[in-house]
């Protein structure tokens, strides 16, 4: 089999068993979304009351995303990931309890629903860093595509099963099979044995890890892009999917059994392009592919606002899932492949808080809007936005990041220091000479700042590139790491890619003593001014 095909991961027998174990997850969630939104829609005439079911469970991750991320970096994934399916677990026992005697309301239903999402937001950074970290480098995109293919297949099934359930066997029957799903991945979890690198270096706190994570998004230009472009695509297009229940209901006079299928045509789609992404990042520039899949996504909101026909919505709904999927699954490949090994759960966290906070404030804004406005002219006003959206997004840049980008290799020149010091002192300034003949000052320019950038995402501060006023053929590079642990994990995080930028910036060292390492002392008489 091709290593570009889409099913080649799948070769790997432990990314097989999660790649398992993860669509079950996705498929208890989405029977939990759509079964819960359907529960809702029974139990309350407002359209807010039932697009707060999606916010119920996507807010979580943007409240705990970053957190997890952080966490999954810094203790065995293993026992965190047993943690956060146990939480989910007692959730959705709950609802069972609750609806098999009878006492479910709006309110609990929202805040179980709520727990539930928490524990799935605790735990996506974990479980993405985890199975992407089960197969080679290369084939990183066609994991992602694997992924997405499993998500949307569950959101294809969930929703069918969810209102089959519903209308065979009544609504306690959901809540029983969701709960079973989350106690068969604890007993996988349970036989798993984890594997835990063990680093040289003592780990970063977790505010210290959330700040690096923070720092490293904001100094790659390929994932600002990527964060912006899915934020706000997602929270312009998420009203189509709050708001499917009204439309399903109201619209097209369907049960719950319809509205699943109406999910299910989405989830079809969203297969159907995820089975053939890999084949469209050859054919077709990455931009190209988010900007139709944007345009056809506006279209589709559109027409579906308009029409009571079913099966011409369903067919709708089909395009509307390969366009969903062509912008957010070539955003998340693009954002797997860019992050280094020390900060890709970090980075994974940041992703799904934007991707999931997006469909948390969108479901909310879109269930208010069409409470005033009507259902039919909110998807009206969607789609204007997501068209608008690609105004703001045009300058974006999306590109797939290679194995040299992530790979951090080690350093081989050596470390003078005179005298002991502790990983607490600090801060270390970095001072590096360059002599560059004025023929050649425009490239080391550009080349310096793309250096400067590698070290910023790496955890240096207060970089800056200085020209000597006495000597224009003299530069010197200058920047401050807070610590001396801070700077000894900033030359452990340079990957292969940081490591070529900078040989080409070597052309130009001073040879005698070109690279000065000095550290801050401290006032040794507080009286002294």
């Known amino acids: ?54 916010t119920a469970m996507t807010l979580p991750v943007f409240l705990f995303g970053l957190p997890g991320g952080v966490i999954a970096d810094l203790v065995n994934r293993k026992y965190w990931l047993l943690f956060t399916q146990s939480v989910m677990l007692v959730a959705a026992t709950a609802l069972f309890v609750l609806v098999s005697t009878g006492g479910l309301n709006a309110w609990s239903l929202l805040s179980l629903t709520f727990l539930l999402g928490t524990g799935s937001a605790l735990s996506m950074s974990a479980w993405m860093a985890v199975i992407l970290t089960l197969v080679p480098r290369e084939i990183v995109p066609a994991a992602v595509a694997l992924n997405a293919i499993s998500t949307n297949v569950a959101r294809a099934l969930g929703p069918a099963i969810a209102g089959l359930l519903i209308a065979v066997a009544g609504q306690a029957s959901m809540f029983l099979l969701i709960a079973c799903c989350f106690a068969g991945v604890i007993l996988f979890l349970l036989g798993w044995r984890s594997s835990r690198v063990i680093d040289v270096l003592p780990p970063e706190t977790f505010l210290g890890g959330m700040r690096s994570g923070l720092r490293y998004i904001r100094h790659s230009v390929s994932l600002i892009s990527s964060l912006k472009q899915v934020f706000i695509f997602t929270s312009c297009a998420s009203a189509l999917w709050a708001l499917l229940p009204l439309i399903a209901k109201d ?26 992404l890999t084949r469209l990042y050859r054919l077709f520039a990455l931009r190209k592919v988010v900007v139709a899949g944007a345009i056809a996504f506006a279209v589709v909101t559109a027409a579906v606002s308009l029409t009571d026909v079913v099966w011409l919505v369903w067919l709708f709904l089909v395009i509307a899932g390969i366009a969903w999927m062509a912008v957010n699954a070539t955003v998340a490949t693009i954002v797997q492949t860019c992050a280094a090994d020390w900060v890709r759960a970090r980075v994974a966290s940041v992703y799904l808080l934007m991707y999931m906070g997006a469909m948390a404030v969108g479901g909310a804004v879109w269930g208010l809007i069409a409470d005033y406005m009507g259902t039919t002219n909110a998807l009206l006003l969607a789609a204007a936005c997501i068209v608008l959206g690609l105004w703001f997004t045009r300058n974006g840049i999306f590109v797939l990041g290679s194995e040299a980008d992530y790979r951090s290799v080690p350093q081989t020149d050596k470390l003078e220091v005179a005298r002991e010091i502790s990983h607490s002192d600090g801060p270390v300034s970095v001072e590096i000479s360059y002599r560059v003949p004025a023929g050649n000052q425009h490239e080391f320019i550009k080349c310096a700042y793309a250096v400067g950038k590698s070290r910023r995402r790496n955890g240096a501060r207060n970089w800056r590139l200085y020209r000597d006023l006495a000597d224009p053929d003299r530069f010197v590079e200058r920047f401050i790491v807070e610590s001396w642990l801070g700077y000894l994990r900033q030359r452990d995080r340079i990957t292969q890619a940081d490591q070529t930028m900078d040989k080409e910036l070597g052309r130009y060292v001073v040879e005698s003593d070109s690279t000065r390492r000095y550290i801050h002392q401290p006032n040794a008489n507080p009286e002294w001014q």
Not at 4 to 21: C, D, E, I, N, V
Not at 25 to 35: D, F, K, R, S, Y
Request: aromatic content about 12%; charged content about 5%; glycine content about 12%.
């Open 1 to 54: 089999m091709n290593q570009g095909a889409t099913w080649y991961p799948l070769k790997h027998r432990q990314f097989r068993m999660f790649w398992s174990a993860g669509a079950v997850i996705n498929l208890a969630i989405w029977m939990q979304t759509v079964g819960a939104a359907w529960i809702m829609a029974g139990l309350t005439e407002s359209a807010w009351m039932v697009s707060l079911v999606q």
């Open 251 to 276: 619209q097209l006079q369907m049960d719950a059994g319809g509205y699943g299928l109406l999910m299910g045509a989405l989830g079809a789609g969203a297969v159907i392009a995820a089975v053939n």
